[in-house]
């Protein structure tokens, strides 16, 4: 079966730090892109990061560029998400999926991630 365990979520001040871990099985790991994903109360999921799957490239949106760091070890099948200064507006749950690497995009094809993990929850305090 395929999984997608994420971790590694928590409650922390604003100016905080944590490390998301996404872990994955069932799936051959080295062919799949792996990106983050986000959704605070009452918004819609939206995408965060993702890296393509040899750890080449790797994309984050404007609001969290320079602050998110994403990576990939292959020998543990583990994508990791590196969060600091933390901001009010980040708190949501944060969840990873796996997408086939497109030949043309970064990450995944139009047709989006093919496997989807649980989520972690990241609260932010001010």
């Known amino acids: 079966d395929v999984q997608l365990q994420a971790s590694g979520g928590g409650s922390v001040q604003a100016g905080g730090s944590l490390r998301l871990a996404c872990v994955a099985s069932?799936?051959?790991?080295?062919?799949?892109?792996i990106g983050w994903f986000r959704q605070a109360p009452g918004k819609e999921r939206e995408g965060v990061s993702c890296?393509?799957?040899?750890?080449?490239?790797?994309f984050s949106i404007d609001s969290v560029k320079g602050r998110f760091i994403i990576s990939r070890d292959d020998a543990k099948n583990t994508v990791y998400l590196q969060i600091n200064n933390l901001k009010p507006e980040d708190a949501a749950v944060y969840s990873c999926?796996?997408?086939?690497?497109?030949?043309?995009?970064?990450?995944?094809?139009?047709?989006?991630?093919?496997?989807w993990g649980q989520g972690t929850q990241v609260t932010v305090s001010s």
């Open positions: 999926a796996a997408g086939a690497q497109s030949r043309t995009a970064l990450c995944w094809g139009q047709t989006g991630p093919d496997y």
């Open positions: 069932g799936f051959n790991f080295d062919d799949y892109a």
């Open positions: 890296i393509n799957s040899d750890g080449s490239r790797s």
